[in-house]
Nanobody, 123 residues
Framework: VQLQASGGGLVQSGNNLILSCDIS????????VAWFRQPDGKDREFVGR????????KVRDSLKDRVTISADESARRVYLQMNSLKPEDTAVYSC?????????????????WGPGTQVTVSS
């Protein structure tokens, strides 16, 4: 199983951005794919997750008004759309796949974790 996040880059504050997480290999029905981000010098934080078996998505409360998580299940791709980007959204964004309880724990863990993509928001 491999995950690959893509779509990052340099964007201006106020713009929108869509990141993709492509998944190859098996996906267990009860797996979730979660997005995390890690600003330089700071801890990694949970952004949101997509649950395969029922198509449910969840975003952390502080980002709910600007972030949407969706998926193209046939393409095995999970999207992270961020609107009205702010400089504080600058971070390395990565995706991971495992059972939800592991991804959402205070110290998240995952058996499958892809390399991140850098998002830099200029003011």
């Amino acid at each position: 199983v491999q995950l690959q996040a893509s779509g990052g880059g340099l964007v201006q504050s106020g713009n929108n951005l869509i990141l993709s997480c492509d998944i190859s290999g098996f996906i267990l029905p009860n797996y979730c794919v979660a997005w995390f981000r890690q600003p330089d010098g700071k801890d990694r934080e949970f952004v949101g997750r997509f649950r395969w078996h029922d198509g449910d998505s969840k975003v952390r409360d502080s980002l709910k008004d600007r972030v949407t998580i969706s998926a193209d299940e046939s393409a095995r791709r999970v999207y992270l759309q961020m609107n009205s980007l702010k400089p504080e959204d600058t971070a390395v964004y990565s995706c991971a796949m495992d059972y939800e309880y592991k991804l959402l724990s205070p110290q998240p863990s995952a058996d499958f974790w892809g390399p991140g993509t850098q998002v830099t928001v200029s003011s």
